[in-house]
């Protein structure tokens, strides 16, 4: 049974992320601050400290949830069409994903936006979740492409992941290649339903 | 011949323009500043607003320039390969895109960071330049996928473009998927190969 230290510590870990994640949602990942954190928590600044090393952590324990709820959204496209022709898997899997972004603008973007680049090690669980999500790709491009050597069908599924992301941040920026939801869609699944044709 | 002030208004037109560029490509597009800017050129702030309605008009010329030389990259690339096969002379263009923006970074992320989104109205020659970028493209494509309707043509063009920029945004970022040059290289061409197989 754990301490009442250790249940005070956890408790406070998750109250920590729900509030963090409220403030991604609603602000922004750059609204993430320490001091607004403890006040909301009713906690001391370096009380948070003591849960996690710094906000990078809560950072990422918020994208991990962001990261479960996108596969959990993925995999619920892709699911019932088990018996589904692969190119039609992948399209499904593809418009997901954008619906996923479009819902869930603020949190997916955060995803993205947190820097992987510090030299910091990303935590075990938090590749287990990319990972998990690039096993659904892989399914259908193996189908497609069973001429392909493994490490071709690796830089496929994360070509094929990134070329999708591309769709879908451009479009929603609405930068440089603006175009609506719909538009979006049939990009979407073009490219995809070229694969292994 | 144009009078006087038209000539000196023209030279600090330009001037601002190469001092800008330096300032994105060395520092990126957030250090672009009216005060900073003037000193550079010897004028005054209120000047700088004479020859540009605001730093975004400013901004946009500078990625205006970035664009031009990006198409002159990615057209150099294409030329010589006027009578490969069209997925060869894609493969070609998307790997100029990868040396470009890893050659140009701080530049090439400027194009993507302005934002385009205020209401703004995109002037006429730097939307001229994106159209001659996807002219390039849909020349390929249109051969690749002769069976596509005009609509669907334009979809997949600026499909490609995106994904393409997917991959190397992903790649360079180093962030969630980060590859290695000859990795991103490897996944530009296989997803490339795919189309009109």
Redesign the interface.
């Known amino acids: 049974m754990p301490s009442k230290t250790e249940t005070r510590r956890q408790d406070l870990h998750n109250r920590l992320i729900d509030l963090g994640e409220t403030v991604i949602i609603t602000q922004g990942l750059r609204a993430l601050k320490a001091r607004e954190l403890a006040t909301q928590a009713g906690c001391s600044v370096g009380a948070i400290y003591n849960v996690f090393p710094d906000l990078h952590h809560l950072a990422l324990a918020i994208n991990g949830r962001t990261f479960k709820r996108l596969s959990v959204q993925v995999s619920g496209a892709v699911g019932p069409l088990s018996t589904a022709p692969p190119c039609e898997r992948l399209v499904a899997m593809g418009l997901a994903y954008l619906d996923f972004a479009q819902e869930n603008t603020a949190a997916w973007t955060a995803?993205?936006e947190?820097?992987?680049?510090l030299g910091e090690e990303i935590p075990g669980w938090y590749m287990a979740a990319?990972e998990a999500l690039f096993d659904h790709i892989r399914r259908p491009v193996t189908e497609l492409r069973p001429d392909l050597s493994a490490e071709?069908v690796e830089?496929?599924v994360?070509?094929?992941?990134?070329?999708?992301?591309?769709?879908v941040?451009?479009?929603l920026?609405?930068?440089?290649?603006?175009?609506p939801h719909k538009?979006l869609s049939?990009?979407?699944t073009?490219?995809l339903s070229?694969?292994?044709?």
């Open positions: 995803l993205f947190i820097d992987m680049a990319l071709d830089f496929l994360r070509g094929l992941f990134s070329s999708i992301h591309g769709i941040w451009l479009g920026q609405k930068r440089i290649s603006a175009v538009q049939r990009m979407i073009l490219i070229e694969i292994g044709v």
